[in-house]
């Protein structure tokens, strides 16, 4: 593994995990002085951001598991739908504050692969593209997992690619265009 690799995941994660750890001490910092009740939506954020620092806290132990070798994969049916609805509800207020009109048009829901590695890239992948989006954000799981969105503000991150490999290691291929991810099970 490449030290240049190695330096692009702990940026990209490093960052987000800044980001998450300063969403929360600032928001309790501002309740002990009175600015935010534990009851408003303001204290939400740390709730949505607490969920994310463990969502990108275990997406960090994926990619080093990966980059270290450990192939072991556990395959089963899992439910898109059901991790994309649960996702979108937690970060709600992290969407709301995007201004995204979401589109949602669920035919199929499962992909078998490995449940706990697929469902937090998953998500992962899904939160760095509404932060990417502009307008209104398309979730299709048809025959293909797609996220569209009518304009991306910025490019993907380059840790897409190591993404890209480690769903290909537990079955879904994984695509990007300007505008579009299409995840997809491999045959």
Do not use: W
């Not at 600015?35 to 080093?64: K, M, R, W």
């Not at 799981?141 to 380059?158: F, G, Q, V």
């Amino acid at each position: 593994m490449s030290d240049k690799k190695l330096n692009k995941v702990y940026e990209f994660f490093s960052h987000n995990v800044r980001t998450f750890t300063t969403e929360i001490v600032t928001t309790i910092e501002c309740l002990k002085v009175g600015f935010v009740e534990t009851e408003s939506e303001e204290f939400d954020i740390v709730y949505e951001a607490a969920y994310l620092l463990d969502l990108y806290d275990i997406g960090l132990n994926i990619v080093f598991k990966y980059l270290s070798g450990d192939e072991s994969v556990n395959k089963e049916k899992v439910s898109v739908k059901e991790i994309t609805e649960e996702f979108l509800k937690s970060v709600n207020g992290y969407i709301t504050s995007s201004e995204l009109n979401i589109v949602k048009d669920y035919q199929n829901d499962t992909v078998l692969t490995d449940n706990f590695i697929f469902k937090n890239i998953y998500k992962i992948i899904l939160y760095e593209f509404i932060k990417l989006a502009s307008g209104a954000l398309n979730i299709s799981l048809a025959e293909k997992i797609e996220i569209s969105s009518e304009k991306l503000n910025d490019k993907y991150p380059e840790i897409f690619s190591l993404f890209g490999q480690i769903l290909n290691s537990v079955g879904v291929k994984f695509t990007m265009t300007d505008n579009k991810i299409i995840l997809e099970q491999l045959k």
